[in-house]
């Protein structure tokens, strides 16, 4: 939050005279991990709503903050692919965003009404998987290092923290209506630098060292498949590619005025 502040702090000073603009996007966010199997997975999509305050130069490049919220989820029972059926494993969780962003139109902005244009930026997000467990009760999972997270008998293996850096880059095309309105279509990718926003990254590890150490329910939802469990140190995910969520929507976006730099 605070280098979103200073961000949003920066441009108030230096942008004396120039033109805001107030933004909000309704669309969908979804996401690609170790419980889907395509780039780009609708039947991970939950709703996403994004709102930003933007710089406009009138020129190519522009800047924005802004804040997003987004829902997604992952289920086993949804792959086609019997094996990961088997693995019957499952999540959901919220998304919430801030991030700062340069965004560069690709065509002269004075000249076109209608243009391509790129961004990419940095932000924070917070997330928080859950699952229902065999009773259909809501339970949160990182709490329960269900792949050995802070267990001595996994050292190398830490527990994820629930907020972390994110990187969005995307593209969108924007149409402007008048002098205070443009319609913009969005499609954004968020670079994550971790591989748990599923819950899911590694290998399985000891059931019974994991009941003892976190409970029963830890090792329920470590291995839900229906066989007797020997799968210590078999692959429960794919550790090699981080996960990574999207923003993808109709961006409406009004003119404000200008900020007046305090004298």
Request: with cysteine; aromatic share 14%; glycine share 10%.
């Amino acid at each position: 939050m605070k280098f979103c502040l200073i961000f949003l702090l920066f441009f108030t000073n230096l942008c004396k005279g120039q033109e805001l603009q107030a933004e909000l996007m309704a669309g969908i966010a979804g996401y690609n991990g170790d419980l889907t199997q395509k780039r780009i997975s609708l039947k991970s999509v939950g709703p996403a709503f994004t709102f930003n305050i933007k710089y406009n130069s009138g020129d190519y490049i522009n800047l924005r903050a802004g804040i997003g919220y987004g829902q997604v989820a992952g289920d086993d029972k949804k792959n086609s692919e019997a094996d990961l059926r088997f693995r019957n494993l499952s999540f959901k969780t919220n998304i919430l965003e801030i991030n700062v962003a340069a965004e560069v139109n690709l065509f002269d902005p004075e000249v076109y009404t209608s243009s391509p244009y790129i961004f990419g930026g940095i932000g924070l997000f917070h997330f928080n998987p859950f699952t229902y467990d065999n009773d259909n009760k809501k339970t949160f999972l990182q709490p329960l290092g269900t792949e050995g997270q802070g267990l001595e008998e996994y050292p190398d293996r830490k527990k994820y923290a629930l907020t972390q850096l994110c990187f969005p880059v995307g593209l969108g095309w924007k149409w402007t209506v008048n002098e205070k309105w443009d319609v913009s279509y969005e499609f954004g990718f968020r670079i994550l630098l971790t591989d748990y926003l599923d819950d899911i990254s590694k290998t399985y590890v000891s059931l019974n060292a994991l009941e003892a150490e976190r409970g029963p329910k830890a090792a329920q939802l470590s291995y839900r498949g229906s066989l007797p469990f020997q799968y210590v140190g078999e692959m429960r995910g794919n550790s090699s590619v981080d996960d990574i969520y999207f923003f993808s929507g109709i961006k409406v976006s009004r003119n404000i005025g200008t900020f007046k730099k305090r004298e």
